[in-house]
């Protein structure tokens, strides 16, 4: 059965033609919802479809062509688009849709096996997802057929997203509760404030410099101006490597002596995950956060992405 249905997959590759890209530009131009119609198994997998169209940033859901008929065409309106899946394309109660549709001139892609069916006709674009033979054993029960639909729709959502330039950051924004939303939380939900912060100016003493670096424990100071803008840090790093080559009393330096200019920053509304790989790519362990403007927000540790279990 798994080799069936992984066959039917990979006769779709050679179908990625025009009519995939003209899918593809239709969905994109859509200025209503993505309507996803089928019935029986069809359906079930139309919904899965219509899902995951809404959580990658097209407004999508599923219309039951059974209720359509009983009021719900009501939901159809000019501006909306409709994908319909119905294999044999010759499903009654899918094809009393067909009036509805064209008369409100909403624009049609049919997913279908019946290349010369109904629907085949009535649809502005025609996706072939015809199989040789189901993988039940009595050639009966829809498996294969249903899973190169799957497929079809979980490909034409792919092209979508990145046709939109649909980023993980927008992604955030449609998940953010669950495990997907743990794992793909914002900068700001980590990073610490006020207090905890271990700021110096340019002319803070060197003494006070390692003070602070000493008080917050985070192994660095940030050294702002008077707006609080980031003009370097100091790491305990660069106080190891800068002791040895600095003549005379070290206590008469102050923290622009010693600091690094340009550091590496983070804006709060970045993704988690990417200031993770930005320290480890870096080799550092505390990451100033900053506006727009550099002015210093807060301070990522990596010890506090780690312990929260969420990556």
Known sequence: MLRIEAAAISALLGRLDGAFTSAVDLLAATSGRVIVTGMGKSGLIAQKIAATFSSTGTPAFF??????????LGKLVEGDLVLALSYSGETEELLRLLERIKRLGIPLIGMTGGLKSTLARASDVL?????RKEACPLNLA???????????????????LEQKHFRADHFAELHPGGELGRRIRRVEQFMHTGKALPLVQTHTPMAEVIAEISRTGFGLA??????????????????????????????????????KSRPTTIGRDEIATRALK?????????????DASGKVEGLLHLHDLWRTQWI
């Open 222 to 259: 940030m050294v702002v101006d008077k707006r609080k803008r980031l003009t370097g840090v100091i790491t305990d790093g660069d106080l190891r490597r800068w002791f040895p080559r600095t003549p005379g009393d070290w206590r008469g330096r102050n923290a622009s002596d010693c600091m």
């Open 278 to 290: 930005l320290m480890e790519a870096k080799k550092i362990t505390a990451l100033p956060v900053v």
């Open 127 to 131: 996706l072939d997802v015809g199989i």
């Open 63 to 72: 219309l039951h062509p059974a209720e359509a008929i009983h009021g719900d």
């Open 142 to 160: 829809p498996t294969a057929s249903t899973t190169a639909s799957l497929a079809l729709g979980d490909a034409l959502a792919a092209a979508l």
